[in-house]
Nanobody
Framework: QVRLVESGGGLVRAGGSLRLSCAAS???????MAWYRQPLGEQRDWVAR?????NTNYNDLVKGRFTISRDKNTVHLQMNSLKPEDTGVYYC?????????????WGQGTQVTVSS
């Protein structure tokens, strides 16, 4: 089974930066990896995604401020120019194929708090 462990969350002032990391274990081949976030009391939304060939996509809300990168089965999210509205629990997601069946796994989440 794939296990995802996130790190790097914390408290930062508006305009500051944080770097999140997520390491996947339990499987040598992972397909796409992504970051989601969930503000308190709200739904979980997609933030950024990276393919095995390092093709990236970003939510318009973070484009130009966040950068997703990948080193094999570890994914990072560099977050710059943080805003209070970036506050939330950030979750790592990994996708892979088990024969013909798509699979995915979630990390436990890491809290990011941006103060104004």
């Amino acid at each position: 089974q794939v296990r995802l462990v996130e790190s790097g969350g914390g408290l930062v002032r508006a305009g500051g930066s944080l770097r999140l990391s997520c390491a996947a274990s339990g499987r040598s081949s992972i397909d796409a990896m992504a970051w989601y976030r969930q503000p308190l009391g709200e739904q979980r939304d997609w933030v950024a995604r990276i393919s095995p060939r390092n093709n990236t996509n970003y939510n318009d809300l973070v484009k130009g401020r966040f950068t997703i990168s990948r080193d094999k089965n570890t994914v990072h999210l560099q977050m710059n120019s943080l805003k209070p509205e970036d506050t939330g629990v950030y979750y790592c997601n990994a996708e892979w194929w088990d024969y013909d069946e798509p699979k995915s796994a979630w990390g436990q989440g890491t809290q990011v708090t941006v103060s104004s």
